[in-house]
């Protein structure tokens, strides 16, 4: 299958600074990346979607000045958590759609990326 | 408001014998249904699909039931296998989006 690959896999900053993500799809082109979070024991709750060339759409309840997402080229999404808090530690979760036409059933994700703020 | 819940955070199986599990969703515009299994610190791995206007998808020991007017449905795996443990969410499409249950604990027992 297509191979997501998300960058870093473990992070530990402190509070108050901002911590990048990096989401890269490595064998298609992907106009459409989203972005998970989760909490322990939890679901995976959407944050965003990320259309490359353009601004990303936020689900309700999500700070767009805090979470701010990039989606640079077909193959690459940043999420940059900034100021962070220690609140915002979780497991975040990239994934990708191979088919740039979103009637593909599969989406493709990362290997997640655990955030701890001190 | 949870459109898609899985109820048994977890489900304890021997080796060899059939596993499933149920997910129940609430909204009626889903499109397809999908099931992926997710190691501790991995993003999840897809399984299988099923589309909203079949009942049944099957693919080798995976077999995802479809039953919308209860809007409710199960993924059987039979043998089960002990590199079967690993939490299986259900997730519904819609809109291009898809949305998450909350997860279901499998551990196959040997």
């Known amino acids: 299958g297509a191979v997501v690959s998300q960058h870093p896999s473990r992070v530990i900053c402190k509070s108050g600074t901002s911590v990048k993500i990096e989401c890269r799809s490595l064998d298609f082109q992907a106009t459409t990346m989203f972005w998970y979070r989760q909490f322990p024991k939890k679901s995976l709750m959407l944050m965003a979607t990320s259309n490359e060339g353009s601004k990303a759409t936020y689900e309700q309840g999500v700070e767009k000045d805090k979470f701010l997402i990039n989606h640079a080229s077909l193959t690459l999404s940043t999420l940059t958590v900034t100021s962070a808090h220690p609140e915002d530690s979780s497991f975040y979760i990239c994934?990708?759609?191979?088919?740039?036409?979103?009637?593909?059933?599969?989406?493709?994700f990362g290997q997640g990326t655990r955030l701890t703020v001190v | 408001d949870q459109q898609v819940k899985q109820n048994s955070p977890s489900l304890s199986v021997q080796e060899g014998r059939i596993s499933i599990l149920n997910c129940d969703y609430t909204?009626?515009?889903?499109?397809?249904f999908l099931w992926y299994k997710k190691y501790p610190a991995e993003g999840p791995t897809f399984l299988i699909s099923i589309s909203s206007i079949k009942d049944k998808n099957e693919d080798g020991r995976f077999t995802v039931f479809l039953n919308k007017s209860a809007k409710h449905l199960s993924l059987h795996i039979v043998p089960s296998q002990p590199g079967d443990s690993a939490v299986y969410f259900c997730a519904a499409r819609w809109g291009g989006k898809l949305i998450f249950g909350q997860g279901t604990e499998l551990s196959v027992k040997p």
């Open positions: 909204n009626s515009m889903f499109d397809y």
């Open positions: 994934s990708a759609r191979a088919d740039n036409r979103g009637m593909s059933t599969e989406a493709f």
